[in-house]
């Protein structure tokens, strides 16, 4: 069965620093991947998606996530983070073929000036 | 992309009465949407998968009989919770896959339920 980790449940950093939020899956066949931002009492906005090609994906807002096959691994970052991307971060997982989206238990990142 | 809307935004209501909740494909025809139910600083929790013209498919743990499902169009699913109990306040969420679209989720802007 397909399941989502994702490692820390908060990150503080400083604006203009870089940050890495990790997420990684169990599935035992190939996957997508994707990461949602959900800002305060509104619904998920998707950043990025990994489906197949190229590894390294890039997404809205400066956000950037590699996935890593061979770590089941599917690392979101970005190089310099504004007050504004303070929000909950969610890596989510579906098998091909299936509709059912699973989510880890979010990331919470706090930028602060 | 896509648009999902959801109606209300929030809602508080009496327990005991009853609260239906609306999720529309605004842009596409969805013949699955998914309801999701988030309990505060927690992550979605997948609820049950409705299936546009058949019963939706509920999740293990989940009561159906309490939290109905109705998908009788292609643009639009709801999600009644029934006898609402203070413990039923959660924040749901109902998404949607355009099937023109790729693999994306999209979702509602989500409605918050209190019961008092």
């Known amino acids: 069965a397909q399941s989502v980790t994702q490692l820390d449940s908060q990150v503080p950093v400083f604006e203009e620093a870089p940050v890495e939020l990790r997420c990684n899956y169990s599935s035992s066949v190939s996957v997508y991947l994707f990461w949602y931002v959900q800002y305060p009492n509104q619904g998920l906005q998707l950043l990025l998606k990994y489906l197949s090609g190229s590894t390294l994906v890039k997404g809205i807002n400066g956000f950037e996530a590699e996935f890593n096959k061979s770590q089941t691994s599917f690392h979101l970052r970005k190089p310099s983070v504004h007050i504004s991307d303070t929000a909950e971060y969610f890596c989510a997982c579906r098998e091909g073929g299936y509709n059912k989206l699973i989510f880890g238990a979010g990331t919470r990142l706090a930028v602060h000036p | 992309g896509a648009v999902v809307s959801q109606h209300p935004s929030w809602v508080i209501c009496k327990s005991g009465t009853s609260v239906k909740i609306e999720c529309r494909s605004l842009?596409?025809?969805?013949?699955?949407m998914f309801w999701y139910r988030q309990f505060p600083k927690q992550s979605l929790m997948l609820m049950a998968t409705?299936?546009?013209?058949?019963?939706?498919?509920?999740e293990q743990g989940v009561e159906k009989d309490k939290f109905l499902i109705n998908h009788a169009s292609l643009t639009l699913s709801t999600l009644t919770v029934t006898s609402a109990h203070p413990e039923d306040s959660s924040f749901y969420i109902c998404?949607?896959?355009?099937?023109?679209?790729?693999?994306?989720?999209?979702f509602g802007q989500g409605t918050r339920l209190t019961v008092v």
């Open positions: 409705s299936n546009e013209g058949s019963k939706a498919t509920y």
């Open positions: 842009d596409f025809q969805a013949t699955t």
């Open positions: 998404s949607a896959r355009d099937p023109a679209g790729g693999e994306e989720a999209f």
